[in-house]
């Protein structure tokens, strides 16, 4: 049985877990709130839960740095991203006890960084750190969390719509300087990520057959890759391997600098100024990616087979990416069209050969051969050289 007793003008209460006396102040001068407490404690005691005064002494800061270390341990790529986030949560939450973080905190914080003008992707991003940092500790042994708030998460227009028209891939491959053309040809026609590129190195290679592999561990998604080049790729390769000894030095990268010392790091001023060049517009590396996507899409290549080369893990991303243009709209309009032109075109030669009939069937069952100016029964059967269709 647990107690109840004074101390100054502020009640305490005791109460036992496996055999050990437990004391904890009730914050309060009234009698009644200290019963209220030590039969709640003991409730929790009996289904086998922590006292919540455990909780109460878990902060904010011991959840994020558990969290931070989750994505070191684990080798997370998006490690950078993840600090980011608990930097902003951070800035509200610091200090906070686990029971202090509630669902109309977390809505505080999401006002808070839209009138900061955070787009609602990023604060969907922390919120997500945020959820991650609870669960880890509601599942540490002993728990450090008794129960995740609900926190609500913004709409998100991700919708991505940037992509190159071949005209305008030609026109800024043409604006870049020599050492960035065959890196571009290679993102236009794969879709790989612009640092996944950039690290690319010839043991990764076979010239021979003409093959790109990346190894598990060496993509964002930590799956493996193989892309096999085309004719214009294989010349693209040759040619780089030829050059590859620059200044004295054998760069492993396939895609170096400018110098040859070293892969390819940072060229945004260089990007912009050659999309100014190529009068396309604002642009971005990332287009690329949208545009392989579309481009494999359009060919007729399965689309399994276009994640797999471009390195889409989920069907969502990959969805977002595979966008409709005006043009496609225009196409499918025009195909839908002729379509339509062709099969009245078709049933018009088939009504017009006196070898075809069009026989009815009325709700009484009987059979009569239909004029050809009227198509309007339920059932029909059609008959052409002898051959039967039932509809």
Same mark, same amino acid.
């Given at each position: 049985m647990g107690s109840i007793y004074k101390r100054s003008n502020t009640y305490w209460i005791q109460y036992y877990r496996h055999g050990k006396p437990h004391r904890e102040s009730v914050k309060s001068k009234k009698e009644a709130d200290a019963k209220r407490l030590l039969k709640k404690r003991e409730g929790e005691i009996a289904e086998g839960k922590l006292p919540g005064i455990y909780f109460d002494r878990v902060r904010f800061d011991e959840l994020a740095e558990d969290f931070l270390r989750d994505y070191r341990i684990n080798q997370r790529k998006s490690l950078v991203r993840a600090e980011r986030s608990a930097g902003h949560l951070k800035r509200t939450f610091e200090g906070f006890r686990v029971p202090e973080i509630t669902s109309p905190k977390i809505e505080t914080y999401i006002e808070s960084r839209l009138d900061e003008g955070a787009a609602n992707a990023s604060i969907n991003r922390e919120l997500s750190a945020l959820k991650r940092m609870l669960n880890l500790g509601a599942r540490q042994t002993p728990p450090k969390v008794d129960r995740v708030p609900y926190i609500p998460m913004l709409k998100e227009n991700n919708t991505r719509k940037g992509f190159f028209e071949y005209a305008e891939?030609?026109?800024?491959?043409?604006?870049?300087?020599?050492?960035?053309?065959?890196?571009?040809?290679?993102?236009? +026609?794969? =879709?790989? @990520?612009?640092?996944?590129?950039?690290?690319? *190195?010839?043991?990764?290679?076979?010239?021979?057959? !003409? #093959?790109?592999?990346?190894?598990p561990g060496e993509t964002k998604n930590d799956d493996a890759r193989t892309v096999y080049l085309d004719d214009e790729l294989q010349g693209i390769f040759n040619r780089q391997w030829e050059q590859?000894?620059?200044?004295?030095?054998?760069?492993?990268?396939?895609?170096?600098?400018?110098?040859?010392?070293?892969?390819?790091?940072?060229?945004?001023?260089?990007?912009?100024?050659?999309?100014?060049?190529? +009068?396309? =517009?604002? @642009?971005?590396?990332?287009?690329?990616?949208? *545009?392989?996507?579309?481009?494999?899409?359009?060919? !007729? #290549?399965?689309?399994?087979?276009?994640?797999?080369?471009?390195?889409?893990?989920?069907?969502?991303?990959?969805?977002?990416?595979?966008?409709?243009?005006?043009?496609?709209?225009?196409?499918?309009?025009?195909?839908?069209?002729?379509?339509?032109?062709?099969?009245?075109?078709?049933?018009?030669?088939?009504?017009?050969?006196?070898?075809?009939?069009?026989?009815?069937?009325?709700a009484e069952g009987q059979n009569r051969t239909a004029d050809t100016g009227i198509f309007s029964p339920l059932l029909y059967r059609l008959s052409y050289l002898g051959v039967i269709w039932d509809k």
């Open positions: 891939f030609v026109a800024l491959r043409d604006a870049l300087p020599d050492y960035l053309k065959g890196f571009v040809t290679f993102a236009y +026609k794969t =879709g790989w @990520r612009k640092s996944e590129i950039a690290g690319l *190195t010839w043991n990764q290679v076979d010239r021979g057959n !003409g #093959i790109v592999r990346l190894d590859r000894k620059r200044n004295g030095i054998l760069t492993p990268y396939v895609f170096p600098n400018d110098s040859g010392t070293d892969k390819i790091k940072s060229f945004r001023k260089t990007w912009i100024a050659a999309c100014k060049g190529a +009068k396309i =517009g604002k @642009r971005l590396f990332h287009d690329y990616r949208r *545009t392989a996507v579309r481009n494999m899409v359009r060919s !007729g #290549i399965p689309e399994n087979v276009a994640m797999k080369i471009s390195g889409h893990k989920t069907r969502s991303v990959f969805d977002r990416y595979n966008i409709v243009n005006d043009t496609d709209s225009k196409l499918a309009s025009q195909r839908q069209a002729q379509s339509t032109i062709s099969t009245k075109k078709g049933l018009t030669q088939m009504l017009a050969n006196p070898l075809f009939s069009i026989q009815f069937f009325g």
